[in-house]
Every structure is written in structure tokens, then in C-alpha cells.
């Protein structure tokens, strides 16, 4: 099926977490001409619970009876990471749009794969980067590309949590199902933040560290060796000749107000900086801070109505459902870019590009030394 195929697009979601709900369902029911007509999980009972509070008529335990619903023209997939492969090559090969989550594959092979075969089939194709949707993030890039900061010399991105601290065994500290650990999970969106900003990444010097040598799993308490990364640091550079420092972790300490996202950048006229708290302080989502010239202290931007009218800080849940119904949040964009009235952004191609950085930051682990990014 090709774009503008159809008035109404149809939506097929695959996954039941709450993650699908507050995000992907929540965005994807607000666009005035997406449908959301099917839910796959595979757990039965908790798909129809789901469907029956988003009014979703049809339910499926196998992802291929999904994909091949004649009801469906685009598949969403919020699964497990080696799931994202298998799911999306198959949606593709029956020319439904994909909108997927990251990291777009196991590996740079799959992403590949993945980014090619959509191309070739001309549907919609995207990666659920959503930190390309925050109000004071949005105006930074604009800023950047302006000129604000002129010729830019370094950015630091970091995304701080404590969301694994308690060292639990879960799907996303499996290997075999999530590839690597806080790299691909927190990392590919530190890096997709500074690709968007700063540009191409052609080197990487990477390190992954692992501090909880030991995970305990939830059912029986026994511990297994944790074969996934914690906690990880790359230096970058970009095409531009800037440099830049990444930081992801799963065991920050909570005292900083659970998860932490800060991006600053510095150049040769000025410099800026986003530092949202997501839970703690939901005003932060808008608060963009920026010094030009000799002024030794930054001060608050303000930013244009459009990106925070409407929006409630005094309440997150609140915030994030407001945000997720925006035109520019990503599971909007994607239904935009199927119906042809907006640039596939990010896309598999972007979801490619981050995980070229990943794969090339555990080489550099790996081997030592600075890798050049594929």
C-alpha cells in the first residue's frame, strides 16, 4: 500500500505494556484520521482489558495474524528488541507502513535490512525517538540551526535514571532479547539527540560498564550473571570537526529526581541547554537556557506559544498526554507521514545511523580505541 492510500489510516499495535498505552495508543487515538483497529499480546486476557478501555475492535495473540489483517494498513510495534527484526521485515514484505521503537534492530545488519526493504516497498517508515518531541528541545535545535551558538565546538548528552538500580532480571538486561543493555535501550536516544543536533557521528571511543555483576530474577529470587551493560560513556566525534561526550545509565542514584535528560551545547558564539526532569519537575520540558557573547550567565529562552500552549505542568501524566496528541510528537508524525502531508522523521534511516554508533561504541569496548562509524 502505498502513502495516501487511504482517508482514514488504519493501525494495528503490537504490544500491551503501559508504555504502548501512555505513549503510542494515547498519540496514536488523538489524530483525527488514525484508527486504531487491532491490539496483539501474548497474554489474551490483558489484550482485551486493553481494548476494550481504548475501543479497539480487534484482538490477536499472533503478530501475523495482525500484520495480515485486511484491516490493518500500519503496523506499530512496541515489543522486545529482537522482535523488532522479524516483525517489521514481515509488515513490509505485506507493504504496511511501520512505526517501530528503538533501537530499530539487533544490530547494524538488521537495521539495514529493515531501512532498505521499506524503502524499496515506498511506505512510511519510522523509529519512535520521542525526545524529538520536547518543547525546550524542539527550539534548541531550531536555535542550532540559526546560528545562535555559531560554529559548534562540543555537546554533552546524558540520560541519567535509576529506573534498573534495583538490579531485577528483566527482558531488557537479556542478551538474547534486547542485544545490548543500556546502550541500546537510554544510549540510542542519547544518540539520536546528538545526531539531531550536532550532525553525522564518525568516530566513536566507547565504554560499557557493567556495575551489578549479578540480577536476581523476579519469580524465584536466585541470582544469574548479568550479561548486559549499566552504564555507558562514548566520546564522538562528528563530520563537523565538533566533539561531544555521551552518558546513559540505569543506576544513577534516585536523588536527582528519578530520570534526568540534559543536553548542552557550546560553540564559538554562544551556548545552550535543555536539563528536563521528567517526573520531578514537568516545567522543565519547557525550559531552554541560553548565553551569547561575553554574558558569563545563561538565562531562560523563551520559547513560541505554539510549543506550550495547552499544556499543563502542574501534572505529568497530564503533560504526557497533551504532548502525545501535539502534531510534532512522533506516533503524529508518523500517521502525518503516511498520509503524505509530512517527512518521514525520524526514520528507519535514522534508527540505521543511531545504531551504526551503537554497534561501533561496543566495538570500541571491545577492542579499544576509537572505531570510525560505519
Avoid at 49 to 54: L, P, S, T
Avoid at 60 to 66: A, G, V
Avoid at 122 to 143: S, W
Avoid at 298 to 324: I, K
Wanted: hydrophobic residues 40%; glycine residues 10%; contains cysteine.
Amino acid at each position: 500500500m502505498s502513502r495516501m492510500g487511504r482517508a482514514e489510516l488504519r493501525i494495528g499495535v503490537i504490544g500491551t505494556s503501559g508504555f504502548t498505552q501512555q505513549y503510542h495508543l494515547e498519540g496514536l487515538r488523538s489524530h483525527p484520521s488514525a484508527r486504531v483497529t487491532a491490539i496483539c499480546g501474548r497474554n489474551r486476557p490483558r489484550a482485551e482489558d486493553v481494548a476494550r478501555r481504548y475501543g479497539i475492535p480487534l484482538v490477536f495473540t499472533d503478530y501475523r495474524e495482525l500484520i495480515e489483517s485486511p484491516d490493518v494498513d500500519a503496523v506499530d510495534i512496541v515489543t522486545p528488541n529482537y522482535l523488532h527484526y522479524p516483525m517489521a521485515m514481515m509488515a513490509l514484505e505485506a507493504r504496511k507502513h511501520v512505526f517501530c521503537e528503538k533501537p530499530l534492530g539487533m544490530n547494524a545488519g538488521e537495521a539495514r535490512e529493515m531501512y532498505q526493504r521499506a524503502e524499496s516497498a515506498g511506505v512510511a517508515h519510522m523509529v519512535n525517538f520521542t525526545f524529538r518531541g520536547v518543547p525546550a528541545g524542539m527550539r534548541m535545535k531550531d536555535l542550532i540551526d540559526e546560528g545562535y551558538i555559531g560554529r559548534l565546538y562540543h555537546i554533552y548528552v546524558s540520560f541519567m535514571s535509576p529506573n534498573r538500580r534495583g538490579g531485577v532480571m528483566e527482558w531488557r538486561r537479556d542478551a538474547k532479547q534486547a542485544g545490548t543493555g543500556v546502550l541500546g535501550d537510554m544510549g540510542s536516544h542519547v544518540i539520536d539527540q546528538a545526531r539531531w543536533y550536532a550532525g553525522e557521528i564518525t568516530r566513536v571511543s566507547g565504554h560499557l560498564h557493567t556495575a551489578q555483576p549479578e540480577l536476581t530474577l523476579p519469580e524465584i529470587g536466585e541470582a544469574v550473571p548479568n550479561e548486559t551493560d549499566d552504564s555507558c560513556v562514548m566520546l564522538v566525534e562528528f563530520g563537523s570537526g565538533a566533539h561531544g561526550i555521551l552518558h546513559a545509565s540505569w543506576i544513577a542514584h534516585p536523588g536527582l529526581g528519578g530520570g534526568v535528560i540534559r543536553v548542552e551545547a557550546h560553540g564559538s558564539e554562544g551556548m545552550l541547554q535543555v536539563d528536563y526532569r521528567r517526573a520531578v519537575d514537568p516545567a522543565s520540558w519547557a525550559r531552554l537556557r541560553g548565553a551569547r557573547g561575553e554574558r558569563e550567565m545563561s538565562e531562560v529562552l523563551p520559547l513560541p506559544a505554539v510549543l506550550t500552549e495547552g499544556l499543563d505542568f502542574s501534572d505529568e501524566p497530564a503533560l504526557v498526554r497533551t504532548l502525545c496528541a501535539r502534531p510534532w510528537f512522533t506516533s503524529q508524525r508518523f500517521a502525518e507521514a503516511v498520509l503524505g502531508n509530512r517527512e518521514m522523521s525520524p526514520s528507519f534511516y535514522d534508527g540505521l545511523k543511531a545504531q551504526e554508533v551503537i554497534d561501533a561504541a561496543v566495538a570500541s569496548h571491545r577492542g579499544g580505541g576509537w572505531v570510525n562509524v560505519a
